[in-house]
């Protein structure tokens, strides 16, 4: 580009290292290099106010150069340090991960963000573990020296993004209000967990992939290790701004190794109990066997973000399934077999009484899902080990449709490519699916590490442009919306 005479085309700028403390200054020469220092003084005197530079609470904590789609970031210390430094070291990208959480918040339920912000103060906050609320509050002055406005209340809020239609069916029905259609508890995730004769080695493995919509996709990126001064060191997948993980796959250095799957169709609540992910972080944070995770769970259980949990402890070779409703709890655990999860409810019980889901239709995302799961462990018994993991994760074949078809009734979700849709959650060719991948073996777990895929572990990357120009009625999220290229599989290790 030409540039208006007299002009000189000078673009300041400076790279900070919150561990080291250095700026590196661009390259000039002459009236360039002069005029370049000028704006960078002006630029760091306006910023000196809000620069975290030399801050004790930053102390141990860095983050890593993005690779492979995964970006790690290291938070160490007191609650309150743990959220500054992730309110500093993210603050650009918690800042966008809310605004993409506010628009879908807002667009699917028909309601204010003040109504949410009012329900983080007066229904969640009340029942918020101390240590947690300092934490929340910890990141919103982390972005504050960052120079980004968001209170506590939009960080809570946030934080109980996966909780909110729960707790809105509930409130509608109050109130008296027509719940829309798409405030739904939805299908997300497909996971397994098998040990014994059904792995290669006799020793666990579990996977993961996260279903939501690709607005979150690309964002759901972050690898936490997080050394928390009381507790268990742990590394887990996330979403910037979240203090937990929120699709909910990680491992802590006591070798608990934690996921879970959505029950779809779930209805309850209780204001009266504690927040999903404030449990779901006490649980990475202090469990340390099975029955540690399910009490941590179970107690104060508000029905928010209804999920059957998969476990694995590595110092058992032992695995469960903690299906977690709000008045039917289960938990099944073996050291020979496999547990499975792709949001179908297992206790009959609960299926009756807490959901709405139709457990006869084949042709549903979740009965056809489930249905895979059991011919993939029954035909690889004796043979799982994580590069199988990493294959069922990619897998396109269709149960009903008999072949290889990706659609929301595959493993590897694409309901962008399905005429179907999946019900009230998303409507046909909605850019929704599987947006990132994990594996973890017995020997990855007690080395605290896992690998992961970002994007579609299948390889097939999804263009925004292109899928909104063939698909208009999705417009909406179009400031938003991101391509998400599928990335090769990547190894993510805690800090020594």
């Given at each position: 580009m030409l540039m208006p005479a007299g002009k000189a085309?000078?673009?300041?700028?400076?790279?900070?290292?919150?561990?080291?403390?250095?700026?590196?200054?661009?390259?000039?020469?002459?009236?360039?290099?002069?005029?370049?220092?000028?704006?960078?003084?002006?630029t760091l005197i306006a910023a000196a106010s809000r620069m975290p530079a030399s801050d004790p609470r930053m102390k141990s904590s860095y983050r890593r150069a993005?690779?492979?789609?995964?970006?790690?970031?290291?938070?160490?210390?007191?609650?309150?340090?743990?959220?500054?430094?992730?309110?500093v070291l993210l603050s650009r990208e918690i800042k966008d991960g809310f605004e993409v959480q506010k628009l879908e918040l807002m667009h699917d339920s028909h309601k204010p963000w003040e109504f949410y912000r009012?329900?983080?103060?007066?229904?969640?906050?009340?029942?918020?573990?101390?240590?947690?609320r300092e934490e929340l509050q910890g990141i919103s002055d982390g972005l504050k020296s960052a120079g980004i406005s968001l209170d506590i209340w939009d960080i809570t809020a946030l934080n109980a993004a996966e909780e909110w239609s729960y707790y809105i069916e509930q409130y509608d029905k109050e109130h008296g209000i027509k719940t829309p259609k798409a405030v739904t508890a939805p299908d997300h995730c497909s996971a397994f967990v098998a040990t014994g004769s059904y792995t290669k080695d006799g020793k666990f493995v579990i996977a993961h992939n996260n279903w939501t919509s690709y607005l979150d996709g690309p964002r759901w990126t972050i690898a936490f290790d997080i050394t928390p001064a009381q507790g268990h060191h742990f590394l887990m997948d996330g979403f910037p701004g979240f203090i937990h993980?929120?699709?909910?796959?990680?491992?802590?250095?006591?070798g608990i190794v934690i996921t879970e799957t959505t029950i779809t169709g779930f209805k309850g609540w209780d204001s009266n109990g504690t927040a999903e992910f404030a449990r779901a972080r006490k649980a990475m944070q202090y469990s340390e066997s099975i029955d540690d995770f399910a009490r941590i769970m179970k107690e104060g259980n508000n029905g928010g973000y209804a999920n059957d949990w998969l476990v694995a402890d590595t110092k058992t070779n032992e695995v469960a399934s903690l299906e977690l409703g709000l008045r039917n709890v289960e938990l099944k655990r073996t050291k020979d077999g496999y547990f499975t999860g792709a949001n179908f409810?297992?206790?009959?019980?609960?299926?009756?009484?807490?959901?709405?889901?139709?457990?006869?239709?084949?042709?549903?995302?979740?009965?056809?899902?489930?249905?895979?799961w059991e011919q993939l462990m029954r035909e690889n018994k004796g043979r799982i080990d994580s590069n199988l993991a990493r294959r069922?994760?990619?897998?396109?074949?269709?149960?009903?449709?008999?072949?290889?078809?990706?659609?929301?009734?595959?493993?590897?979700?694409?309901?962008?490519?399905?005429?179907r849709g999946m019900g009230d959650w998303k409507a046909p060719y909605d850019p929704a699916?599987?947006?990132?991948?994990?594996?973890?073996?017995a020997a990855m777990a007690s080395k605290m590490?896992?690998?992961?895929?970002?994007?579609?572990?299948?390889?097939?990357?999804?263009?925004?442009?292109?899928?909104?120009?063939?698909?208009?009625?999705?417009?909406?999220?179009?400031?938003?919306?991101?391509?998400?290229?599928?990335?090769?599989?990547t190894r993510i290790h805690a800090r020594p």
């Open positions: 085309n000078v673009q300041p700028s400076f790279v900070y290292n919150h561990k080291t403390m250095r700026r590196t200054l661009p390259r000039a020469t002459g009236p360039v290099l002069l005029l370049a220092l000028a704006s960078i003084a002006v993005p690779r492979d789609g995964w970006t790690l970031v290291h938070l160490e210390g007191t609650p309150a340090e743990i959220g500054y430094q992730h309110g009012d329900a983080a103060r007066t229904v969640l906050w009340p029942h918020i573990p101390g240590e947690y993980s929120g699709d909910d796959f990680g491992v802590n250095d006591a409810p297992i206790n009959e019980k609960l299926l009756h009484e807490e959901t709405d889901f139709n457990a006869t239709d084949p042709g549903l995302s979740s009965n056809a899902r489930r249905v895979r069922f994760l990619a897998d396109h074949y269709d149960t009903v449709a008999k072949k290889d078809q990706p659609s929301e009734r595959t493993l590897c979700g694409h309901v962008d490519l399905s005429v699916g599987a947006v990132q991948n994990k594996v973890a073996d590490t896992f690998v992961a895929a970002a994007g579609h572990a299948c390889g097939l990357n999804f263009k925004a442009k292109e899928h909104l120009d063939k698909y208009p009625q999705f417009a909406w999220q179009s400031p938003l919306l991101e391509d998400m290229n599928a990335h090769k599989w």
